[in-house]
């Protein structure tokens, strides 16, 4: 299996990095969530530099995988995607 993968989206990293400075500064606090964000706080050059190089890269290759992991893997999604659609139709009535 070939494999590509695209650049990072720099503004989600910079949420998640805040939103875990948020929860380390305040593990206590229920209101402290990890989707909060602030604009008051801003990434550091280093760590612009890193997101900055890393968006710029693509990453590519070749990944081998079992083929019966696969096709477990594809049924259980199959499952879920029935249950999901049943679910849907049963709220619906």
């Keep these: 299996m070939f494999y590509i993968l695209g650049p990072l989206d720099s503004e989600e990293i910079k949420a998640q990095k805040e939103a875990a400075l948020q929860a380390s500064q305040n593990p206590d606090d229920p209101a402290?969530?990890?989707a909060q964000t602030t604009d008051k706080q801003e990434l550091s050059p280093?760590?612009?530099v890193v997101i900055d190089i890393e968006n710029q890269t693509v990453h590519f290759g070749?990944?081998?995988a079992d083929p019966i992991a696969l096709s477990k893997?594809?049924?259980d999604i199959r499952d879920l995607t029935n249950k999901m659609?049943?679910?849907e139709k049963l709220?619906?009535?």
Excluded: D, G
């Design 62 to 64: 070749k990944m081998e």
């Design 32 to 34: 402290t969530e990890p």
């Design 73 to 75: 893997l594809h049924q």
């Design 46 to 48: 280093e760590e612009q």
């Design 85 to 87: 659609t049943a679910s």
């Design 91 to 93: 709220s619906e009535a």
